[in-house]
């Protein structure tokens, strides 16, 4: 939970402290990529470190990643422009792209698979905390006038973090010889970022058609193709292409990438509905969002009496069932506001989420050895990762080509509405198309689960 919250805090601490960083660093055009820099770094690596972490065991993982997520944190609080903040923050991403599904799988293999869901509702917790804390934090510094105190506190949690997890977690790996692929890691790294980058810069830093954003993804591509190609061939593959071939791992990636897409269209435009279309303060807005973050952990921690006894299929296609009616609701209500009705609709998402995401994670993981635990995970956080890349994307296109050019302050509340309208719908397919993946699942019984590790 401590290693978790070093990322949970910094995806959340920044977004109020913006104002002070621009003013003392400038930039301002170019301060979206303090999350896309961070978003990045993170995406592309989480294969990579699960791989490693099967083969090299997850504590050396954990430590390198909260080491390399200390050294971004100083670098960051240091900077000395825009430019230099942004490269850091990609540092930043770095580590945490080892931390994040590390923990999640250290618990896969630490807990049976009846204790998973109260573990992970523990996770799920720290994410809430910090959805209501990071902001706070933020808010506190910036307005003291020591923005970079955002980044300093990271290095007392980080040191903390590292001493605790050293000193208990224990596990035994056996050493034998095992290649890692270092050409698929580098091919994998290259095309996930070209990908990545076009994604979050198009309709961003450059148009969708231009020059910049065509050759990302071509390259994206082709460098895609050169990996699948040396995939096939490698003994130990970085990212083993079974992974997509087996119906339960596919299914659950998508609906990984579907839980990425749709918390990222609520997390960027609830806040502005609410803002634009009543005119009530951020931090009323931000409440009605982190109604969310509440209902996530509530239900994630009891899920495991759910698939203990309905199995997880089951219970994750209850989850979607939730999602799609938290969806309808904002989607219905858009144009008659109520921040009451937006929180209990963001409740009810938040509550299916954690019917949802949880089940279909430790399905996915109850599937494989220990040995295989690490890339299954990983690929499912990869999948949420880049889920939220393409939800930023995506939906913003459909914002703004809705919103116009222009300041968010000068845009009437009939034009919010109108956004905020077809972004949630969007977010409404999304749940509808996570809901066909999870049909899709094979159904496992739950006296098998009960026997299970």
Known sequence: MLSTGLVAVDSTVLATAVPSIVGELGGFHQFPWLFSAYLLGQAVTTPIYAKLSDVFGRKPVMLFGIGLFLIGSILCAVSWNMLALIAFRAVQGLGAGAVQPTAITIVGDVYTVAERARVQGYLASVWAVSSVVGPMLGGAFSQLGIWRGVFLINIPLCLVAAWMFNRHFHETVTRRHRSVDSLGALLLASAMTALVLGVLGGGQSWAWNSAPSIGAFTAGVVLLVAFVLVERRAPEPILPLWVFSRRLLCATTIVAFGVGAILMGLTSYVPTFLEGSLGVEPIVAGLALAALTVGWPATASIAGKFYLRWGFKRTSVGGAALVIVGASALAATVHAPNVALTAIACFVIGGGMGLLAVPTLI???????????????????????????????????????????????????????????????????VAAITAVAVVAMPTTPPAHLTAAE
Not at 364 to 389: I, K
């Open 363 to 429: 399905a996915a993981q109850s599937s494989v050895e220990w040995d295989e635990r690490g890339v299954v995970t990983g690929n499912n956080m990869f999948a949420r990762s880049l889920g939220s890349a393409i939800g930023v994307a995506v939906f913003g296109a459909i914002a703004n080509s809705i919103f116009g050019a222009g300041d968010i302050h000068a845009i009437g509340p009939d034009a919010i509405q109108a956004g905020s309208a077809a972004v949630f719908v969007g977010v409404l397919v």
